[in-house]
């Protein structure tokens, strides 16, 4: 069993900042890739950031200088700082994980709950 746990989420007014977190626990062996995805009201969920061992982050273009991510592999757990918000960041912000769960098995995604960002203008 493997969970994701995204916590961090909130209200803020425009050019304000935000982190989430997510924490991978469970039966891991490892973890390949973690990310971020959001959903917005009445959109379909889109991709935002991701960081895979061994190369540079990626990011959509919409967030590209505003958003980091960054992970901390000892604790399984990938961090969003969010900076400069935009009320077009409002969405519900997804974690996804593929993990491998032993040695030889194949890997798997894996998705949070949501959390909530609500961005006031």
């Known amino acids: 069993q493997v969970q994701l746990v995204e916590s961090g989420g909130g209200l803020v007014q425009a050019g304000g900042s935000l982190k989430l977190s997510c924490e991978a626990s469970?039966?891991?062996?490892?973890?390949?890739?973690m990310g971020w995805y959001r959903q917005a009201p009445g959109k379909q969920r889109e991709f935002v950031a991701k960081?895979?061992?061994?190369?540079?982050?990626y990011y959509t273009d919409s967030v590209k200088g505003r958003f980091t991510i960054s992970r901390d592999n000892a604790k399984n757990t990938v961090y969003l700082q969010m900076d400069s918000l935009k009320p077009e960041d409002t969405a519900v912000y997804y974690c996804?994980?593929?993990?491998?769960?032993?040695?030889?098995?194949?890997?798997?995604?894996?998705w949070g709950q949501g959390t909530q960002v609500t961005v006031s203008s």
């Open positions: 996804n994980a593929n993990i491998q769960r032993s040695l030889d098995s194949r890997s798997y995604d894996y």
């Open positions: 469970g039966s891991i062996f490892s973890i390949n890739t």
């Open positions: 960081d895979s061992t061994g190369v540079h982050p």
